[in-house]
């Protein structure tokens, strides 16, 4: 739940003076207090779509029949309808009668707009010391607007005026002064429960409930060797907790895939955990195993996730994974109009660098999808960044293509050289492609094309390799400082 307050200039020097403590009606004032103190266990679990899974485990003392239970420090970006309260001492003796999400903090707008058509005193300090009381009635009070979790905006009242025994006076400055506090606000977002039991005495109960505002997310660290043959790769998660809660010594799990949140989502159970590095390093301070549809990354230990803070965690560390460099010219799949379309402008090569996440390759773990920075040692031992690229959600044993800039020293370029209307619905186009390395070193260059309908390549002056039925693709070797140009006809029918 979150507050939005706007700005009033009557109130930009006002104080709020009370005369009396909160009043708290019915059996509210009942209720036993319980805090962040009285924890037993924080778990969280939380997912990489903004929103998290907490369970917090504590102690409460219920007499026998009906008992009101103040549950306080929850968050305040809660989902009221996935709250879950549950004896654990005895499940079956423990009925929650009713539950009550209570938001209505206390503050100055709020003690205002709960105290339309109360008696309130302004007290103005004017110069030399002198103080001049207003009293009256208050009709009107500033304007807030409220949000609640499911994003629906309410608007209160804007605007100070007060019923004087002289008129109606408008937005009064001073320190406004009320006879008692409203009933009903509260200090910080609770949760109120009306429990009836035949089983009194201490009682450990479970308080599970979702919360937007808890996300994390994956970055990775990848520092290539001086021939761009290997990496070491290092995975970093990033917390990021705007719930508006804090949880101290909290256990910590993190779900990695796209949870369709329309259905339930259960508290993960464990399964199995992944294997340690097989180099015989650290082991990882996270677990992953395999959940659901999904995998859940367990850390080892506990830790403090603070509310308006962000944490990162180490994931794991490999070293000298092997990486193959790749150099690929893909210009855009030209569009064929009536003559046809010559295409003359010159393209950049892209830089690719291709690693496998298999165990032969110290990987072989599922990586959550983040972004990827690469870095390279230069002649000075220096690290500078050379490019990043982002990563989805990629299971073991497939690979991952990580595009990190434009090669500086090779160029494309792609031209039609002939277009023939074969007949109404074939067509025959010829395409000459240019490959230039300004390098002192031959490279590899992939000039990969593209075409639709049913087409066949006529004639080619380098071998092709046919990837799917819209892409085929030349493996180009490019001699230092040389040119290579590659020809090619192809026939289209639609």
Known sequence: MTFTKRPRAALAHAGILLATACAISGGQALAEHVTASDSQGVSLTIYNQNFGLVKDLREVELKDGVNYLRFEDVAARIDPTSVSFQSLTAPNAVAVREQNYQYDLIDPTTILGKSIGKNVKFKQFLPGGQIEELSGVLLNAPQATVSDTEGNVS?????LVVKTADGIVLNPAG??????????LVSKPSLLWKLETNKAGKHKTEIAYQTSGLNWRCDYVAISNPDDTQVDLTSWVTLDNKCGATYKNAALKLLAGDVHRVQPVLPPQPRMMMKAAADGGMAPQFQEQAFAEYHLYTL????????????QLSLFNASNVPVKKLFIFEPEAPSFGIDGWNRGDSQKVNVKLEVENKEANHLGMPMPKGKVRVYKRDQDGALQFIGEDMIGHTPRDEKIRLYIGDAFDLVGERKQTNYQQVSDRMRRMSYEISLRNHKDSPVTITAVEHSWGQWKILESSQDYTKKDSKTFEFAVKVPANGEVKVTYTIEVKQ
């Open 155 to 159: 608007t209160r009242q804007q605007g």
């Open 175 to 184: 320190q406004v002064q009320l006879a008692e506090m409203p009933a009903g």
């Open 300 to 311: 080892q230990g506990k830790t403090d996730v603070n509310d308006n803070e962000t944490k």
